[in-house]
């Protein structure tokens, strides 16, 4: 018989977990003068540039006139392998148009397909042209769409740690440092923007830029002014929002219809105090704003304050015959030929595309 437990004994356990392991990515199309490309016969296609997910090339590919002709009527898009490999790719896929698509695609209604070399998968019936011209996803005669891909990495089995009894919060010092700005607590320091004051911390200022080291401490601080330093040429709420990053390390919340203008006059207080940082991630997020009306002045704020990325984007954009025709027409390109002529002479010395 077995022996009785004594009274008090717990029972051992052990746990594993199966683990997919996968990486994800997206791509995002835009196809400007969609009715130009309904000139493309069925079974024909149009291609994405490439792009990378997993390790992996990818391409979108677009038939404006259906992939087969019992598709005839419909748009197709496809999704291809883009690269020769020895053994399938297994990978999830979804595309669809980007106001439908959520922030975190969900894959569980989704199959695993095997890609191998070159081949593609996708929807012949993506959706009706018919519908798709009536529909809000076509407008100024272009429309965009996205690709998600999630590539398999390896399956295998893991033994699990042991439950955790402490959790550790995650860092918390850039919110005490924003409590600190916004009580003004222990302020040794008062900037004077336009008609309003703000209060500061010297040492906080100094660890975050050269430039503020070099006005509040060192041989460009100003004499005895009871503790009051005038900015000039900068709006109030530019230097609060430098001030927050400053503090915090992050973007200050703004409007959405006001972030492409706001990033334009940070960069150029980052680029003032010699904040590296920041003035990289304003040229990132002023990379999403050019268009065929805002290119040319980014351009020209790229060229005077150093910013290679943001100037390549630029560029990149101009590298489109037709954009470039659009931009010639615009007063802000007016402007770029008067400021910044050297620009113009680089523009006009592209390449055309093949």
């Not at 022996?3 to 746990?15: V, Y």
């Not at 095997?114 to 042209?129: D, E, L």
């Not at 407008?139 to 042991?162: G, M, P």
């Amino acid at each position: 018989m077995p022996s009785a437990k004594a009274a008090g004994d717990k029972p051992s356990g052990s746990a594993s977990a199966i683990v997919a392991a996968s990486t994800s990515g997206y791509h995002i199309l835009k196809v400007d003068g969609y009715s130009r490309t309904k000139g493309t016969p069925n079974g024909e296609f149009l291609k994405s540039g490439q792009f990378t997910v997993g390790g992996h090339r990818w391409r979108i590919y677009y038939y404006p006139n259906g992939f087969k002709s019992d598709s005839a009527d419909y748009i197709s898009v496809y999704l291809m392998l883009d690269e020769d490999v020895t053994e399938d790719v297994k990978a999830q896929f979804k595309i669809d148009f980007v106001k439908l698509v959520e922030k975190q695609p969900s894959w569980t209604s989704r199959t695993l397909i095997n890609f191998p070399s070159r081949q593609m998968w996708g929807y012949a019936t993506f959706i009706k042209r018919e519908d798709f011209e009536k529909s809000e996803h076509l407008k100024h005669d272009s429309f965009t769409i996205r690709c998600d891909v999630a590539v398999v990495q390896d399956i295998c089995t893991k033994e699990t740690t042991n439950p955790k009894f402490v959790s550790v919060p995650p860092p918390e010092l850039n919110q005490h440092l924003g409590e600190l700005l916004k009580t003004e607590k222990g302020a040794d320091v008062v900037f004077e923007v336009g008609v309003e004051t703000i209060a500061a911390h010297r040492c906080v200022l100094a660890s975050r830029s050269p430039v503020f080291s070099a006005e509040l401490f060192g041989l460009m601080k100003e004499g005895d002014t009871g503790g009051v330093v005038r900015i000039d040429d900068m709006e109030a709420r530019v230097f609060k929002a430098l001030l927050y990053f400053a503090y915090t390390d992050s973007l200050l919340q703004t409007e959405k219809e006001e972030e492409d203008v706001m990033c334009q006059h940070l960069l150029v207080a980052a680029d003032r105090y010699n904040m590296q940082r920041l003035k990289l991630i304003c040229e990132e997020k002023l990379c999403e704003y050019i268009d065929v009306g805002s290119v040319a002045t980014i351009l020209a704020l790229a060229e005077q304050h150093h910013c290679d990325g943001l100037k390549k984007a630029c560029f990149n954009f101009l590298s489109c015959l037709a954009h470039r025709r659009a931009v010639v027409a615009t007063n802000g390109f007016q402007h770029l030929y008067k400021s910044c002529p050297s620009l113009v002479t680089e523009l006009i010395a592209m390449p055309l595309p093949s």
